[in-house]
């Protein structure tokens, strides 16, 4: 059972690169989401999908942007890196409506094991 | 909007002691709401979930959490607290049909257990 997988684990950029979050889930889940992780802030929002095609801002998408064009694979982009965008990055996903199971479950999200971004 | 108020950023209690982590939501019809862990350098693991029904639900790892409609509360529990549950737990608020699909996480609580 492969779940949420990112690629990559960790990764340094310099300023101004451009780097793709990769991230890919297996369970024909209909809803994907992308957050940032910062010591004491929680999790924040950055982008969310309801489906393929579909894609919509979250709470912090400045300088980040997305794309759904399966199912299965909702890559983040970071054009011009910047240092406010180190931390750790989670792609989650879950059934959502009109996907299979109970209400329990297509509630449920699960996660990826976190990218780690360094900007220099 | 949806929100999530997790008060305690961090507990310290000791092992076999009980716990009770806080949450309180803000929500404009029946929430789904979630709590997560996450030990250091992991992801999240679901350690139970509400959506419905019975408003004392059973999770994982011997946890358990109540719904409190009227005090906007799901409340984390556990009797006896074991040096393996050190980590920072996330409550989380969601929907599940349209613009209501996103996933809104509280700041975390950061249980240290002392032996």
């Known amino acids: 059972n492969a779940g949420v997988t990112q690629t990559p684990k960790f990764r340094i950029l310099k300023i101004g690169q451009s780097m793709t979050l990769q991230c890919t889930q297996d369970m024909n889940h209909n809803y994907m989401y992308w957050y940032r992780q910062d010591p004491g802030m929680g999790l924040k929002l950055i982008y969310y999908?309801?489906?393929?095609?579909?894609?919509d801002k979250g709470e912090v998408p400045n300088g980040y942007n997305v794309s759904r064009s399966t199912t299965e694979d909702f890559p983040l982009r970071l054009e011009l890196a910047a240092p406010s965008q180190t931390s750790v990055y989670f792609c989650a996903s879950r059934g959502g409506e009109g996907s299979r199971g109970g209400v329990g479950k297509r509630a449920e999200a699960f996660f990826g094991q976190g990218t780690r971004l360094t900007v220099v | 909007a949806q929100s999530v108020t997790q008060p305690d950023i961090h507990i310290t209690v000791s092992e076999g002691a009980s716990l009770e982590l806080r949450c309180n939501y803000s929500?404009?019809?029946?929430?789904?709401l979630f709590w997560y862990v996450q030990s250091p350098g992991q992801g999240l693991q679901l350690l139970l979930k509400?959506?419905?029904?019975?408003?004392l639900v059973q999770g994982i790892k011997g946890f358990e959490a109540e719904f409190k409609r009227s005090q906007s509360s799901f409340n984390l529990r556990k009797p006896s607290v074991h040096w393996s549950d050190a980590a920072e737990y996330f409550c989380?608020?969601?929907?599940?049909?349209?613009?209501?699909?996103?996933?809104?996480f509280g700041t975390g609580t950061r249980l240290q257990v002392t032996l």
């Open positions: 989380a608020v969601g929907a599940n049909t349209g613009t209501a699909s996103k996933l809104t």
């Open positions: 999908s309801v489906g393929a095609g579909i894609t």
């Open positions: 509400y959506f419905s029904g019975d408003t």
């Open positions: 929500y404009g019809a029946t929430p789904y």
